[in-house]
Structure formats: structure tokens, C-alpha cells
């Protein structure tokens, strides 16, 4: 009688979900492409307005498609996560750009995976490791080679709106984790009660703060369709759904992929010059991101186990 092996336990160091890795960083990658997009096509000094037009329509048209409407509990847990993932998140997005050279504020949403680790030590009791510790200031520091350049600025009020929107971003991925995803209700539907819910809060704030809409011709109409049916519908969809399969830690590295786009998108489609400098940076960004997928076995933990 021949005995039978038994069955291959993977590893977490051997092989992350590649395919829904690969899925969910095609977010950060859409996203990547609002700079060349708002500021060659839409109307010029209106962001809150494209917001608002990005993530009202698209929500509304993922209920619809989806099918779905929350039910008990999760009517306010889709208000709360709405307002954090996108309300809150590009209010204090759009406050840090108006107030920020644009390298400072991509840098203060690129320390995202290290709020993320402070988090979830403080709320859900996952120690971060050395590494991954290590890891996310590279990321940090690689996106800051990429997009600071000259004297920089800083402004209080825009600083604490950069950080502030990493902070509830890095919030609404935590809870989005913890909450899950209820049964029976597809990702396209509860992308939608997010989005529905952050358009809503976004169009008044839009109106008061920037008057009424311009006329919009057709390169803006384009725009807007980019955005809000791939930059918005297609990548919070999922995004959503990579939050609910990838651990959150490794998932925390994919918007550093966003300012390595644009960098790029500047370069290929506006003639933008890249110093060895930034090329440096990308590098680094980059490798942070994929080194940020595995998590060895053997990794020391910040804390020793008691």
C-alpha cells in the first residue's frame, strides 16, 4: 500500500491572490489618470463639482445595474462608509490640492499604509511586522522623489486636510474590512449605496462653495464619462471587492500606484521631463507596492508575542 502525501498547505509567503491583486490595483492605476484628465478637459477650478459628477451618476447607475438596496443595519453602515470612502474623503481631498503643490499632498496620501498599520494595531489588534513597517517608508519616500520638486510649501490647513483624508480613507478600508460585504448583495450594488451616498454629500458642498455649474463642452463631457464610468463605477467596484478578499495590510500599498501613473501619464502625454531622481523614486515606489504582497512567515513582529 503506497501512502498518500498529504495535501500542499500554502504559504502566505509563497503566492498572494495575484489575480484579485492584479484586479484591485487597476483602481489606483484609473485613478492615476484624474490629473492629465482634469486639468486638459474639465472646466478649470471646479473639483468639488467633479466629485460630485463623478460619484453621483455612478453610484445611481450601479444600484440600478446592481439591484440591490441596503437593508436594517446596513443603511447606516452605508451612510457612514459613503462618507468616509468618498464624501469626507475627496472634500479633504480637494482642500489639500487647492491649498498644496500637488507633490505635498500626494506625498501626505502616500503614508497611507503606515496609518493603515497604526489603525489596525489600535482597533483590530493586527501587530504590523518590521518589514512591512520598513516597506511603507520606502513607498513613502519613493513617491516623494517622484513628485517634489523645488522649494515646498506648506500650508497648516492643507496639511491637515491630507493627512485628515488619508486618515478616512485608511478608516473606510478598516471598517469596510470589518463589516464585510452583506450576503447576497454583489460588489456593483455595494459600490453604489458608497458612491450614491458621497455624491449626495458632495453636490450641496459643490453648489455653495463653487456656484453653479459651467457649460461643459465636449472634451469635458469626455472627461466626466472617463471618470465617472472607469475612474469611478469600474474602480470602486473594485476596489471594494479587493478590500473584502486581500489582507488589508498589502492592500494598503496599491494607491501608491496612483501618483507612479501620473508621473508617467505626465511624461508619455504632456512632454513632461523625469530626472534620475524621479526615475529613482518610481523605482522604489514600485518595488514597495510588490514587496508589500508577501509577508514572510518568519517576519518579526513590532511587539513581541507575550
Not at 500637488?102 to 506625498?107: H, K, L, N, P, Q
Not at 452583506?182 to 455595494?190: E, H, I, K, R, T
Not at 522604489?284 to 510588490?290: I, K
Amino acid at each position: 500500500m503506497t501512502a498518500t502525501a498529504p495535501p500542499r498547505t500554502p504559504s502566505r509567503a509563497s503566492s498572494p491572490a495575484w489575480g484579485v491583486t492584479g484586479l484591485t490595483a487597476l483602481a489606483p492605476v484609473t485613478w492615476g489618470t484624474t490629473y492629465l484628465v482634469t486639468t486638459e478637459w474639465l472646466p478649470p477650478d471646479r473639483p468639488l463639482l467633479s466629485g460630485a459628477i463623478r460619484a453621483l451618476p455612478a453610484g445611481l447607475l450601479a444600484i440600478a445595474l446592481g439591484r440591490h438596496l441596503p437593508r436594517g443595519d446596513w443603511w447606516w453602515r452605508a451612510a457612514v462608509l459613503g462618507t468616509l470612502n468618498i464624501g469626507a474623503f475627496f472634500v479633504l481631498l480637494f482642500v489639500a490640492a487647492y491649498r498644496l503643490p500637488g507633490g505635498v499632498g500626494a506625498t501626505l496620501s502616500a503614508v497611507q499604509p503606515l496609518v493603515v498599520a497604526a489603525l489596525a494595531f489600535t482597533f483590530l489588534g493586527e501587530r504590523p511586522t518590521l518589514r512591512r513597517v520598513a516597506w511603507a517608508v520606502a513607498g513613502t519616500a519613493g513617491v516623494a522623489l517622484m513628485v517634489l520638486r523645488g522649494r515646498v510649501a506648506f500650508d497648516a490647513l492643507g496639511v491637515a486636510a491630507g493627512l485628515g483624508g488619508t486618515a478616512v480613507m485608511a478608516v473606510g478600508v478598516l471598517l469596510t474590512k470589518r463589516w464585510g460585504r452583506p450576503a447576497g448583495v454583489n460588489v456593483l450594488s455595494f459600490a453604489g449605496w458608497q458612491l450614491t451616498v458621497g455624491g449626495l454629500l458632495l453636490t450641496p458642498v459643490a453648489l455653495i462653495g463653487e456656484g453653479a455649474p459651467p457649460s461643459i463642452d465636449l472634451p469635458a463631457l469626455g472627461g466626466y464619462l472617463w471618470l465617472g464610468l472607469v475612474g469611478t463605477l469600474l474602480a470602486y467596484a473594485l476596489w471594494f471587492n479587493g478590500v473584502g478578499r486581500l489582507p488589508v495590510g498589502a492592500l494598503s500599498f496599491l494607491p501608491l500606484l496612483s501618483p507612479a501613473v501620473a508621473t508617467l501619464v505626465g511624461w508619455i502625454a504632456l512632454d513632461q521631463s523625469l530626472t534620475t531622481l524621479q526615475l529613482l523614486g518610481f523605482a522604489l515606489a514600485m518595488t514597495s507596492v510588490a514587496a508589500a504582497q508577501y509577508e514572510p512567515r518568519t517576519a518579526r513582529s513590532l511587539s513581541k508575542e507575550q
